[in-house]
């Protein structure tokens, strides 16, 4: 069962557009984590949001975490093709044995100069 | 200051034989985790484990894998009497404790022919 769904799954813009990616989920996370993996590596951390309604800005990027911890967003303004990449939403739920990772599903982004 | 170190970076098997996976953890790190992500999935946990110890299995395929995490060496993943299905890409991440942000590796890229 997929807990986190992304959206769009794909997403073809020109350099210096808007674009927002959605991560929605039934559940509650602890926090979410936003990564970005490039083709043939691995997925590297851009940023976590703990609490609920938070915001954070990392240059040309601001994240949202929902109120309710179930959903987040990623806001890249201005778009640059050194942005291309696979965007991939990362929930955990701490406490218990457990530190997990659950997935989304992933969104394709492609900035073309 | 080195990161998730994996080794192979790619491997490539025969039907009915065995993978081995490496996965060395930051400098002091004792937390460690496996990912899997087949072709058109997105990322999927498999095994948590401390030092000499699994905390979390509960996404390891029930027959053929088996993980580990010594008190010295690295984290080994196996994987016996490899099939076609078990092509993908294994990825570890590894973290100061549980709960905190998990680090990944570049990934094993697995191909059964």
């Known amino acids: 069962t997929q807990l986190l769904e992304q959206s769009p799954q794909f997403l073809s813009i020109q350099e210096g557009e808007n674009l927002t990616v959605y991560c929605n989920s039934s559940s509650v996370f602890s926090s979410l984590q936003w990564y970005r993996q490039e083709p043939g590596e691995g997925p590297v951390l851009l940023v976590t949001v703990v609490t609920g309604g938070e915001v954070k800005k990392l240059k040309r990027l601001t994240f949202q975490f929902g109120d309710a911890r179930k959903d987040s967003s990623l806001h890249i303004t201005a778009a640059q093709p050194g942005d291309t990449g696979l965007y991939l939403c990362a929930g955990a739920r701490y406490g218990g044995a457990t530190n997990k990772l659950i997935f989304g599903t992933g969104t394709l982004l492609a900035v073309q100069p | 200051n080195a990161g998730v170190m994996q080794n192979p970076r790619h491997l490539v098997r025969r039907r009915g034989q065995e993978a081995r996976l490496r996965c060395s953890p930051v400098?002091?790190?004792?937390?460690v985790y496996w990912y899997r992500q087949l072709p058109e999935e997105g990322l999927k946990f498999m095994v948590y484990?401390?030092?000499?110890?699994?905390?979390?299995e509960s996404g390891m395929p029930k027959e053929r894998f088996s993980a580990e995490f010594p008190k010295e060496g690295p984290s080994i993943l196996r994987i016996q009497q490899v099939v076609r299905g078990d092509s993908a890409a294994y990825f570890c991440a590894s973290s100061s404790g549980g709960g905190n942000i998990q680090y990944f590796g570049a990934g094993t890229r697995l191909s059964v022919l």
């Open positions: 484990l401390q030092k000499e110890n699994i905390i979390d």
């Open positions: 400098k002091g790190h004792s937390h």
